[in-house]
C-alpha cells in the first residue's frame, strides 16, 4: 500500500540462482512511494520479459499468483465470487503418534484389536487410499487412550516409558497416548497428502476405511455424510481445483508443494457441490476403477460457470506446469 512494486520474480530453479541449499528465492524490487491504481508488476528481472500483474490484484495477505496470464486471472476471479471450502469445512492435520518407530509396523505379537493400517501422505491415489503401514493404536472406541493395554502391547511398549512421556505433544495421562485423534478418527473423512506434486484426495468412506488412519503427512476434513465426503474428493481431484491448489500452495523441494490446511481452506466450493450427487457418483466410479477425469473437469466447469476459453486458458496453465507465487 505505501510501495511501488517494480519486479516480484520467483527464481526457484532459476539457472542464475545457485545455492547450496534448497532455498525458494524471491527477487524484489520496489519504489518507496504509492503505485498508481493501473500500475503492472514485472514477474521477471528481464525487460519485457515474462508476465505483469496488477499490483492492487496482490492481496495484502498473499500468497502473490504471479504467473498464468489469462488462466491465472480466471482463477482468481473464482476464489472471489464463490464461498472458500473453509467456509464449510475445518482442515487438520492427520493422527500423530511422536515415536514412528514404536507405533508403526510393530511386532507380530501386538494383539489384533489394537492394529490398524495408517496411511501416509505416499499412499494416497486420486480417489482411493492405499495403506500398506500397521499402526499400534492405543485408543477405544470413544478416543480415549486405554487405560492398561494387554500383555503384547504392554510387553512391546513398557521399555520405552521415558521416550513416550518426553513426546513434544504428550500432556499427562498414559504414556502410550495418541495425538490428533478426533479428526483422524471421524466417520466421514477426505484426505489428501501435505506434500505433493498435485493434489490427490480420497474419501475413506468404504466399510475397509474404518481401520484406516490418516498420519500427520496427511490432511484431512471431516464431512457431515458419506454422500458430502464423496462429494469433496471428487472435487478436490477435478483439474481447475487442483490447479487452484497448486498455485496457492508453500513451494518445496523437487517440483514438490505442501498443502497445508490455509491452502486447501482457501479453495472456492459452490454451494451445491457437497449435495451433488452427480459429483459423489464420479469418485465412486473412479475408485471403481472407471475412468472419469473428463466428465469431471466437465461438471466441475459447470459449478464454477466457466466458459471454453476459460477452461482453454487454464489448460495452458496445466500443461506449462505453471506453479510461480511469492
Not at 192 to 201: I, K
Amino acid at each position: 500500500s505505501t510501495t511501488t512494486l517494480i519486479r516480484v520474480a520467483d527464481l526457484t530453479g532459476h539457472p542464475d540462482a545457485t545455492f547450496e541449499a534448497t532455498v525458494y528465492p524471491l527477487a524484489l524490487i520496489a519504489r518507496n512511494s504509492p503505485a498508481p491504481p493501473t500500475h503492472r508488476v514485472g514477474t521477471s528481472l528481464r525487460e519485457g520479459k515474462g508476465d505483469s500483474v496488477l499490483q492492487s490484484r496482490l492481496s495484502g495477505g498473499g500468497p502473490w499468483i504471479l504467473a498464468g496470464g489469462r488462466g491465472r486471472r480466471v482463477l482468481i476471479a473464482l476464489t472471489r465470487e464463490f464461498p472458500h471450502l473453509g467456509d464449510h469445512l475445518s482442515c487438520h492435520l492427520g493422527l500423530k503418534t511422536g515415536a514412528n518407530a514404536l507405533f508403526l509396523d510393530p511386532p507380530e505379537s501386538i494383539e489384533p484389536e489394537l492394529i490398524r493400517f495408517a496411511l501416509r501422505g505416499r499412499d494416497i491415489r486420486p480417489f482411493t487410499p492405499v495403506p500398506s503401514v500397521r499402526l499400534l493404536y492405543t485408543h477405544g472406541a470413544d478416543g480415549r487412550p486405554l487405560c492398561a493395554l494387554p500383555p503384547g502391547a504392554a510387553a512391546h511398549l513398557s521399555p520405552h516409558t521415558v521416550v513416550l512421556r518426553s513426546r513434544a505433544d504428550f500432556a499427562g495421562g498414559p504414556p502410550w497416548t495418541l495425538f490428533r485423534i478426533r479428526a483422524a478418527t471421524a466417520a466421514h473423512r477426505v484426505t489428501w497428502p501435505d506434500l505433493a506434486r498435485e493434489l490427490t484426495a480420497a474419501a475413506l468412506t468404504a466399510p475397509s476405511d474404518r481401520s484406516v488412519v490418516p498420519l500427520n503427512t496427511c490432511y484431512l476434513a471431516a464431512a457431515e455424510s458419506k454422500p458430502e465426503a464423496e462429494s469433496l474428493a471428487a472435487w478436490l481431484n477435478c483439474t481447475w481445483i487442483r490447479l487452484a491448489a497448486r498455485l496457492g500452495a508453500v513451494p518445496a523441494a523437487g517440483g514438490y508443494v505442501r498443502f497445508g490446511a490455509a491452502t486447501i481452506a482457501s479453495l472456492p466450493l459452490p454451494t451445491p457441490v457437497l449435495s451433488s450427487h452427480r459429483l459423489g457418483a464420479l469418485a465412486l466410479s473412479a475408485r471403481a476403477g472407471a475412468q472419469v477425469q473428463h466428465e469431471l473437469d466437465d461438471l466441475a466447469a459447470s459449478h464454477l460457470g466457466l466458459s471454453t476459453s476459460d477452461t482453454d486458458a487454464l489448460r495452458a496453465l496445466v500443461a506449462g506446469g505453471t506453479s510461480h507465487h511469492g
